[in-house]
């Protein structure tokens, strides 16, 4: 079973619109959670911390559901500039200091 | 700009080449990281340095070699690669050392695209 799961898209939606997209993870020792952004041919950047409670930062929510062993990520009002991936990131807890990436979600804002 | 800086941005090198990435954070973090990026891949963690000492390798094959000479500095040594090596080599750094909290917040230089003819 892979470890960070995501719907690779793409989802394609128009400008204004609201779009939600999840990921799963297996570990459910996971202790912490990130979504990061990634523009095409660019490197990954921090877009929010996923917290416990859930999480807004203007027009991106996030939520964690740990029964689920799922996080979210809500777009409102979306813009042509969200067009890019969004990967979802898992902090497993293992020895290894690192982080475990999904594949992305590849999202297209539409005019 | 992040704070990570990577050299050179592409690369192109023979299979019997040898050539070095070179990766300086100026965030005062103190761990480091080499990842690959392949197309229709998620990233894959190469090699992780928590103040200058390695902790994990993930079985990445020896002809790359990391080298990390300080908390700033991290290089990623090439050797006699193979065509399905070429991909996107990104460096991140972390202010944590360990995987709890919010410390292993990662920051990503532009990374180094790799070509291997």
């Not at chain 1, 500039?81 to 690192?98: E, H, I, N, P």
């Not at chain 2, 080499?34 to 390695?54: C, G, T």
């Not at chain 2, 993930?58 to 790359?64: A, D, G, I, L, T």
């Amino acid at each position: 079973r892979k470890e960070v799961e995501q719907d690779p898209g793409p989802f394609n939606v128009p400008e204004g619109a609201t779009v939600a997209f999840n990921c799963t993870y297996s570990n459910s020792a996971s202790q912490s959670f990130f979504w990061y952004r990634q523009d095409c041919r660019k490197e990954p950047k921090l877009l929010m911390s996923v917290y416990s409670s859930g999480n807004e930062d203007g027009r991106f929510t996030a939520q964690l559901n740990r029964a689920s062993q799922y996080i979210s990520l809500l777009i409102r009002d979306s813009k042509l500039s969200d067009s890019a991936t969004y990967l979802c990131v898992v902090d497993s807890g293992g020895g290894a200091d690192g982080l475990t990436f999904g594949k992305g979600t590849h999202l297209i804002i539409q005019p | 700009e992040t704070g990570v800086t990577q050299t050179p941005r592409h690369l192109v090198m023979g299979m019997t080449n040898k050539k070095s990435l070179k990766c300086e954070q100026h965030l005062g973090h103190n761990a480091m990281y080499w990842y690959k990026q392949s197309a229709k891949k998620p990233l894959e963690l190469m090699f992780v340095y928590s103040l200058e000492e390695r902790v994990e390798n993930n079985s990445v094959p020896s002809r790359f070699s990391p080298e990390c000479p300080n908390s700033s500095h991290l290089f990623l040594h090439l050797h006699t690669l193979q065509p399905e090596d070429s991909a996107l080599y990104l460096c991140a750094s972390s202010q944590g050392t360990s995987g709890r909290a919010w410390g292993n917040i990662q920051y990503f230089g532009a990374g180094t695209r790799l070509s291997v003819l």
